[in-house]
Every structure is written in C-alpha cells, then in structure tokens.
C-alpha cells in the first residue's frame, strides 16, 4: 500500500477488485478539483452536504483511492500531479473512449464501513500479539512432556540408558496381585514398563467380597483392555436392582440406552476374577509375578527405596524399584508409613452360597431393606446366588456353637422374599457360612517419595453398592494417563510432587461413590429414631417413584455418572420428599417436628462424610494446584514443577 499525502490533499492506491466511493462526514465548504484531471465535474455524484469524497475505482493492476478536502487547495506538487495525469490518461477510460481518472458511475458508501475495516485491523493485530502471549506461556507448561516424550531416544554419556544407571532391573514394584495390582500389572507392563509383582499367595482366592463390577467399572475394565477377563469365568450380567421393603418390591435398571449392548455389571466368583488378570500379566515379558509376604518398606533419607519380604522358603530378601505401588488390600500392614488410617468398622458381613436358586428378578441384584441392616442377593455363576447378611458391629454371633445359625434361621430368613427363603434354609443347613468385617476408610495419603498406595488397602468404603472394584480400576486409568509420558522414574523428589495431582484427579469417581455407599448404608440400617425411619421409608418410595428419581441414583451407584453435586442434590431431594409426606395432607406440629429432624438426620449423615472425603478436593478439584502438575524433567528443580 502507498500512501501519497500533499498537506490537506491525500492519494491512497490499493490493489482491490471493485470500484467503491466513501463519503465521510468532516464538514468542508466545497469538493473543487485541481484542474489537472482531465474529466469534467458534472460525473462526480451530487450532494447535499457538503464533506470530503473518497473515490476507490479498479484499474488494470490498482486503484486509486483520492481524498478532496478544501475549498482553496494549493499549488499542487508538480511530480505527483503528473502521475495523477499520467495514470488517467494512461490507464482510464470511459465507455466512450473519452479519457477520465473516475468513470461515471459510482456508488456512495457510508464512511463508517472504513472505520469498521481500519477498526477490525487493529482488533485482529491485538489478538494475534494476545495469541502470541499466550502460546509462550503454554510453551513453558509443554516443555516438561515434549522432553519426557523424547527421553526414551535420550542415552547417558557413558552409552546406557539412564535406567540401568540406578541398577535396579525394575521400574515399578507392586505390592499385591488382587484386583488392584493384577489390573496396574497388567496396565503398566503393556505400557512397556518393567514390573515385579509380590504376592503372598498366588494360588486362587476364595473371598466373599469383590464379586460384583458394576457398569462404570466394566468400562474402565474396557479402558484398559482387560474386558476379556470376566470371560470363561461363568460371569453373569448386572441389569440393575431391585429394592424389598415390608412386602413391597421395586426394579431400578442402569441407564444403558446410550452405551454399547455389551455394558452391563458383572458378578462373578472373586477368585476366578483375579487368577484371569494374574494370567494375563503373567503372559507379559516385562511382568514378573512371585510369591512372597512383604515385611516392611524399605526407606533411606526419607524416599522408599523397595521393599523387605520373605520368600515361601523363609528367606529374607530386598527388592528395589524407583516406584513401589502397595495394593496389599484391606489388611494392608504397611499403609501406616503412606497414609493416616482411620479405618471403621461399622458392620460385618455374614456370607452364604444359594445353589440353583431363581432370583425374583433376573440378571438384578437384590436388596431387602430387613431389621437391623440390608441384606444382598447377586449371581455369581449361572447355579449359584450368593447372600450377604449384613449384622451390625464388629461382633457377629459364633458360628462354631450354633448362634449365627438359628440368627440367620429366625431373625433373617423371614424377611427376605418367600421365593428364595427354602433356599435359604439350606444354604444355612449346609453350614459354610463365613464372615468379613466391612471396613470403611477415607483417603488421607501422606506423599511420600518412591511408593504409592491403591486399592482398598489406600481407601475403602462400605461394600453395600459394590463400588469397591469400579473405584481401584477408576484409579489405576488415573495412574495410568500421569505416568504414560515418563520414561524415567527415578527422580523420586520429582515424582512424588507430580504425583500429588493423582489424588485430586481420582476424586470426582471415587468420592462419589464413597459417599453414596456410606451414605446408603447408614438410610437403609434400621433405626428406633422415628426421623430416620421416615428417611428411610422415604428413599424407597423416591426410587420407585420412577424417571429421574431412580435413574439419577442408579447412575451415579453404578458409576456412570459420577458427579459429587448431582449425589448431594439426589440425597436431599429425598429428604424434602420424605418431609412432603410427613406434612401432606395436614401438617400437625408433631409431623412438622419430625420433619425438621429428618433434614437435620440427612445432614449429619452426608456431612462429616464429605469432611473427610475433603470438600475442596471433591467439588472444586481445580482450586487445587496440585490438579495443573506436569510431569517433571530429569533435573528440573522440583519447586518449579
């Protein structure tokens, strides 16, 4: 662009492919023209006011844009002049051959079409500065992942990867080959990783919990290519629930209308569950599995280093690894040194195996709202149902003389629906009844360089919904996605402040289903305090109202849709249901009382368990800085990361 300005007269040509007149409004006494262009006045277009013309007409290769502004311009400047005449002369012509520098027909436009143009320029400048700003501060939060991304290409002076420097033949050691270790063995030795496993007994387990996967836990199974795991297992599919309460029974589906034919739960024999991951890693070459009972961690300078454990010959031995994950489950002896453990035992459950029975409800899972406490039926072959009496406390009747027995005979088996009681019966006849105490424990990790909890051994709930399993497979695709760009685990500083986003990023599942089952437990127990029956009463007849008052709970129970504030929404929403009925049809002040306790019981339920899940953490998990960690660089200061 060239621009040609002579005091008040100005020449602008662009390079533009229609011919455009701009008036603007700065008020001027006339529009003469210096007489050197050789067109006649009576072509330029009339006006009223009297303001400066701007004229834009196509040549062969430019256009000229010409501002007049006076009425007594001066001496024009002899070179320019001469330019003027030579392009009108030169390069214009009119339909009848007769030389002018504007043709006759032009189109007024109003002015603030330029101004808009000259407007948007500056804007679109400011962005693209504003763009740039910002892309150099991105850059710096890359950096970190496009040099990890490389590391693998990246060799030490001396010719080794940085790796065999350490002289551990072991990136990742896992303490545990239950569902939690099993599945993170399996994950990370696909990834590439090199992984040790320790296990104290590798033969099958034979447990009475952990058999049911519920939907949203079948897809994080599918994430981490582990699906076909509950195949030849005899595994059964989960449709939903159904709720018995007082002779009345309900069914509540999943929400699987927008999810592959294949989504459903899963129940199966826990042990069958996990010998098929165990196979599985086993199968891996950078995966090896060995029986041994971990004793201690070992430590030096404030960073684990490995582990202690004795082999099955009694032999101590040391194991070393850059990261050591403990997944040593429920019983877990060594969480005390990673973690602050507080761990509940509000119940116990008591367990029997139902043989060729026929649930009410097929492919469901079962719930009797009984006295004291829930009991649970589930599939877990396609012959046998089992049954989860659930007794409050820690100390259930003996077994060896008889008392859980006639308990389960008198007390239980009247409550649970006539179609299974005989089957009941003779579950309880055959005698292999076992028990397992049901433990509940926040997540309160102390980081702690070079090791990791997971699994039921960093945090538990209790088992009334089955979520256990969905919450460990939830965490170890979290663990997965923040150590996939690392190739280099030994910077264990580093790590563990990188780390630290692991328990933000785990919480919007975890702690959603953590709350829902304590939560759930506590509604449906049994209880002489009359505001928590009708809470009680008031859950069931919430859920069998129908639409979203039973999808909505059964999405976020199955893991499908974890959202903390949709929970707490839910959970108080049958709250002012329940108070709904107390008051309708007529209010009297006994029912009004008893509503108010009710909102009081509801909140001293869902509230000291969103304490300790962490309040923040659970619905404002990018308040934390922790959550914006990027992996750290071999060398970077740690403070920068």
Known sequence: MVM????????????????????????????????????????????????????????????????????????????????????????????SGSPF???????????????????????????????????????????????????????????????????????VLIVGAGVAGSALACTLGKDGRRVRVIERDLTEPDRIVGELLQPGGYLKLVELGLEDCVEEIDAQ?????????????????????????????????????????????????????????VTSLVEENGTIKGVQYKTRDGQELKAYAPLTIVCDGCFSNLRRNLCDPKVQVPSCFVGLVLEDCQLPYANHGHVILADPSPILFYPISSTEVRCLVDVPGQKVPSIANGEMAKYLKTVVAPQIPPQIQQAFVSAVDKGNIRTMPNRSMA????????????????????????????????????????????????????LCKYLESFYTLRKPVASTINTLADALYKVFSASPDQARKEMRQ??????????????????LLSGLNPRPLSLVLHFFAVAIYGVGRLLLPFPSPKRMWIGARLISSASGIIFPIIKAEGLQQMFFPATIPAYYRVPPVKGEDTKNI
């Open 237 to 293: 599919r989960i449709l939903g629930y159904a709720l018995f309460k007082d002779g009345k029974n309900t069914s509540l589906s999943y929400p699987l209308e927008k999810f592959h034919a294949d989504v459903a739960g899963r129940s199966f024999h826990n042990g069958r569950f996990i010998q098929r991951m165990r196979e599985k890693a086993a199968t891996l070459p950078n995966v090896r599995l060995e029986q041994g009972t």
């Open 443 to 494: 997540a309160n990790p102390h980081p702690t360089p070079g090791a990791l909890l997971l699994g039921d051994a960093f945090n538990m709930r209790h088992p009334l919904t089955g979520g256990g399993m969905t919450v460990a497979l939830s965490d170890i695709v979290v663990l997965q996605e923040l150590l996939s760009p690392l190739r280099d685990l030994n910077n264990a500083d580093s």
């Open 4 to 95: 040609l300005i002579i005091k008040q007269q100005v020449m602008l040509i662009i390079k533009q492919q229609h011919l455009l007149v701009c008036r603007s409004h700065l008020p001027t006494q006339s529009h003469s023209l210096p007489p050197v262009f050789p067109f006649r006045t009576t072509h330029l277009p009339k006006t009223k006011t009297k303001t400066p013309l701007f004229f834009l007409h196509k040549s062969f290769t430019t256009t000229t844009l010409l501002l007049l502004h006076s009425s007594n311009p001066p001496p024009p400047h002899k070179d320019i002049y001469s330019q003027l005449h030579h392009l009108s002369t030169a390069s214009f012509s009119s339909s």
């Open 538 to 555: 008031a859950c069931f007849d919430y859920l069998s109202l129908g639409g979203t008052c039973s999808t909505g709970p059964v999405a």
């Open 101 to 171: 520098l504007f043709p006759a027909k032009m189109v007024p436009i109003d002015p603030y079409v330029f101004w808009t143009f000259f407007a948007s320029i500056l804007g679109f400048l400011a962005l693209w500065v504003l763009r740039r700003h910002n892309a150099g501060v991105n850059k710096k939060k890359t950096t970190a992942t496009q040099i990890l991304l490389n590391q693998e290409a990246r060799i030490s002076d001396d010719g080794r990867d940085f790796r065999a420097v350490s002289g551990s033949d072991t990136d």
